[in-house]
């Protein structure tokens, strides 16, 4: 059965920083793509970036572009987005996905909540 587990949200200032991973089981990791995914209050979901399986090719979204960094290690079943210069935009409920291309996805996480304020 495969799952998605997202973890790594929590309350961090402006400018500051966090790594959320994501575990996954049920499948092998190396052979998908998977997709980071955010939704702030009242407004679509959007992409944020996502990892392509075996090259490792990474797309990122306008508003992570320079700031968020994703990554896969494929031992561990994990995918990590580390994300930086936080700013109170990037508030939301974060989530992963399997990726199935142009930002199309399945098997979404139940997401970890993001709030960057002072």
């Known amino acids: 059965q495969v799952h998605l587990v997202e973890s790594g949200g929590s309350l961090v200032q402006p400018g500051g920083s966090l790594r959320l991973s994501c575990v996954a089981s049920?499948?092998?990791?190396?052979?998908?793509?998977i997709g980071w995914f955010r939704q702030a209050p009242g407004k679509e979901r959007e992409g944020v970036s996502c990892i392509g399986s075996y090259d490792d090719s990474t797309t990122y979204g306008d508003s992570a572009k320079g700031r968020f960094t994703i990554s896969r290690d494929n031992v561990r079943n994990t995918v990590y987005l580390q994300m930086n210069s936080l700013k109170s935009e990037d508030t939301a409920v974060y989530y992963c996905?399997?990726?199935?291309?142009?930002?199309?996805?399945?098997?979404w996480g139940q997401g970890t909540q993001v709030t960057v304020s002072s």
């Open positions: 049920g499948f092998t990791l190396a052979y998908y793509g």
């Open positions: 996905a399997r990726h199935l291309g142009n930002w199309a996805a399945e098997y």
